[in-house]
């Protein structure tokens, strides 16, 4: 059974510092992997969503990265902000799940980014 | 603003009784689905749907239906909610559903008391 790891659970970093959260997952077959934002009492919001063929991708300050033999993703973001503190999670879809949206969500990591 | 809207926002509901969820998207999208997060289980996956006409099963479907007359609206049922249901439910959409980005709304928080 595929299960998502993150760790650590929470974050805390000064202001203008680069910073790396991390995601495990215990089975590389995976269709592709996503990282989420979620603020207090929102919805989640799509940062990154790299393929399964594919090693990283960027958005502005961020950049995810994909190593699937290792069962691994890190989400690299650089001079953090204030407005970065937020919840981040990442989520895999399995390989055969690809049209039933079965994302297997990690627990999150709460980055809180100090002035 | 484009994107998905659910209703309610929030509901306190007494035990045993039915209760939709309402979720409408103007994407455009053909893949709907309904999540819940609850503290210590993270998102988990009830129902979702392909295409509009389809639904299948998630994770944890017990006590929960859905349909999709239209691509648009994705409403959820509780049949009789039970306390166990308290939660937070959150509707997203992808276009496909191949394409695996997905797209959340704002989430509507359930109290069943």
């Known amino acids: 059974k595929q299960e998502v790891t993150q760790i650590p659970a929470a974050l805390s970093v000064p202001e203008g510092e680069n910073l790396v959260l991390n995601c495990s997952f215990t089975d590389s077959a995976i269709y592709n992997l996503q990282w989420f934002r979620q603020d207090p009492g929102k919805g989640l919001t799509s940062l990154l969503l790299?393929?399964?063929?594919?090693r990283e991708q960027t958005s502005g300050r961020l950049n995810a990265s994909l190593d699937k033999s290792s069962g691994r993703s890190t989400l690299y973001i650089a001079a953090s902000q204030p407005g970065d503190s937020a919840t981040y999670l990442c989520?895999?879809?399995?390989?055969?799940?690809?049209?039933?949206?079965?994302?297997?969500f990690g627990q999150g990591t709460t980055l809180q980014v100090k002035p | 603003i484009a994107g998905i809207t659910q209703a309610p926002t929030s509901q306190i509901l007494a035990a045993g009784r039915r209760m939709t969820l309402r979720c409408t998207q103007d994407m455009r999208h053909n893949a709907m689905y309904w999540y819940r997060q609850d503290l210590g289980l993270g998102l988990r996956l009830i129902h979702y749907?392909?295409?509009?006409?389809?639904?299948g099963k998630g994770e944890v479907p017990d006590g929960y239906s859905v349909s999709r007359a239209n691509t648009d609206d994705f409403p959820l049922t509780l049949a009789s909610a039970v306390p166990s249901q308290t939660s937070v439910y959150f509707c997203?959409?992808?276009?496909?559903?191949?394409?695996?980005?997905?797209?959340f709304g704002e989430g509507s928080r359930l109290t069943v008391l």
């Open positions: 997203a959409s992808s276009r496909d559903g191949d394409t695996g980005e997905l797209f």
């Open positions: 790299i393929q399964s063929s594919q």
């Open positions: 749907s392909n295409t509009a006409g389809t639904t």
């Open positions: 989520a895999v879809l399995p390989d055969g799940s690809s049209n039933t949206g079965k994302l297997i």
